[in-house]
């Protein structure tokens, strides 16, 4: 079993939608979880991170962490072609920085 | 510089021979990252520096990659007697958190290696 497990997609979704990414992680010790934006030849950026069980809300991005479950998701509101990329989940497992395979969205006008 | 700063930004090579790559992190950082990126994947975890700790090198894929971090700041990542299936992007990140579990990375632009 990968440490970081994510749906390699494509999924794409019409402008304006929700787009939901999901994660899921073996090492139930890991504290803090990320999800990174990188686009086409471009380095990752962070857009979220979260620590506690529960919902984090940043503008149109909410990260939902369920611990007990061992997952993590990402969901972009209102979705805007500019929100096309490449979206990784990354876990810390005792001061490693685990990353997903990533999964590749595409928002269609 | 303000950000984390890799050189090369592109490096072709020979098959065979070794090669350099170098990683300036952002200054304070005490957290310093390898990734590689193959075209179309995800990031491989490949070493990890924290301050003056032993580095964690279970990432490394084979003897002949190594890294090493001088005054706990810049990172030399080397890989000898390069092979074609290392091509790839090597990405090197760095963080501030001492405590690492908290660390949220950032990343430099990367080294795009090509081995001929």
């Known amino acids: 079993q990968k440490e970081v497990e994510q749906n390699s997609g494509p999924l794409s979704v019409p402008e304006g939608a929700i787009a939901s990414l999901n994660c899921t992680y073996s090492?139930?010790?890991?504290?803090?979880f990320f999800w990174y934006r990188q686009y086409s030849g471009k380095s990752p950026e962070l857009i979220m991170f979260i620590y506690s069980n529960g919902d984090k809300e940043d503008g149109r991005f909410t990260a939902q962490l369920n611990k007990a479950s061992q997952y993590v998701s990402l969901l972009i509101r209102d979705s805007q072609p500019s929100d096309s990329a490449t979206y990784l989940c990354a876990v810390n497992i005792g001061g490693d920085m685990r990353f997903g395979a990533g999964t590749r969205l595409t928002v269609k006008p | 510089g303000a950000g984390v700063s890799q050189s090369p930004s592109n490096k072709v090579t020979e098959k065979g021979k070794d090669v350099e790559l170098r990683c300036d992190p952002i200054?304070?950082?005490?957290?310093l990252y390898w990734y590689r990126q193959s075209l179309g994947q995800g990031l491989e975890f490949l070493i990890y520096f924290q301050g003056n700790s032993a580095p964690d090198k279970s990432g490394l894929p084979s003897d002949r990659f190594s890294a090493e971090r001088t005054g706990g700041s810049v990172s030399t990542l080397t890989i000898q007697r390069t092979q074609q299936e290392d091509s790839a992007v090597y990405l090197c990140?760095?963080?501030?958190?001492?405590?690492?579990?908290?660390?949220?990375?950032?990343f430099g632009e990367g080294s795009r290696l090509t081995v001929l």
């Open positions: 990140a760095s963080s501030l958190a001492r405590s690492a579990a908290y660390g949220e990375l950032f």
């Open positions: 200054s304070g950082h005490t957290a």
């Open positions: 090492d139930r010790g890991s504290q803090s």
